[in-house]
């Protein structure tokens, strides 16, 4: 990954070329971690991991003002993107279902389908917020494994933490998040 942190170190001083070097770097790794994420649906689904990982890098380079100083933060905010995308999505379902607004919509290999409700998935998006207010370190990590479906190792790999830390953050935030599941 040193040639990724180079062009990341670009892309921080402001490089426009970067973002174009970036993509062929790692978009095999974006694409497992999105395919791991995507595993458990159904067979018949004809979606593919691809178009996660293609909506969450459209939002990562679109914004001009995005640097990342880092490999982890990065990584952070491809987690992030891709759990934006997710719960915008479940937020959309949510509502149609409940017979609001009717939209035409193009059934294209850019929709995603979620195995998780859409309640669950807009209850652990709320809980996490408040988690990212108690520490944002676990609010983090929970990102990376719950909505990337990176490993434990993976996961504090990107945050630059201790395997051990990791591995209390995320005893800790489960903790947590299942507290507030529980209460609301």
């Known amino acids: 990954m040193s040639d990724a942190r180079h062009i990341l170190e670009r892309a921080r001083q402001g490089d426009p070329q970067a973002a174009e070097e970036l993509l062929p770097l790692i978009y095999d790794e974006l694409r497992r971690l999105a395919a791991h994420k995507m595993a458990n649906e159904a067979a018949a689904q ?17 914004n001009d003002a995005a640097k ?3 490999r982890a933060h990065f990584f952070a905010a491809a987690a992030e993107a891709m759990r934006r995308i997710l719960i915008e999505r479940a937020r959309r379902r949510k509502v149609l279902a409940k017979g609001g607004f009717v939209e035409r919509e193009e059934l294209t ?12 998935l807009l209850a652990v998006s ?3 917020e408040r988690l990212e207010a108690e520490d944002a370190a676990a609010a983090r990590l929970v990102k990376l494994r719950y909505f990337v479906g990176m490993s434990m190792p993976a996961a504090a790999e990107i945050l630059e933490m201790p395997l051990r830390s990791a591995e209390r953050s995320w005893t800790f935030a489960r903790a947590f998040l299942r507290h507030e599941l529980e209460r609301g």
Request: proline share 6%.
């Open 68 to 70: 990342f100083q880092s």
């Open 109 to 120: 290999d850019s929709k995603l389908v979620v195995k998780a409700p859409d309640d669950e």
């Open 126 to 128: 709320e809980a996490l």
């Open 46 to 62: 004809t979606l593919q991991p691809t178009a996660l990982v293609h909506e969450a890098w459209l939002r990562l380079v679109g």
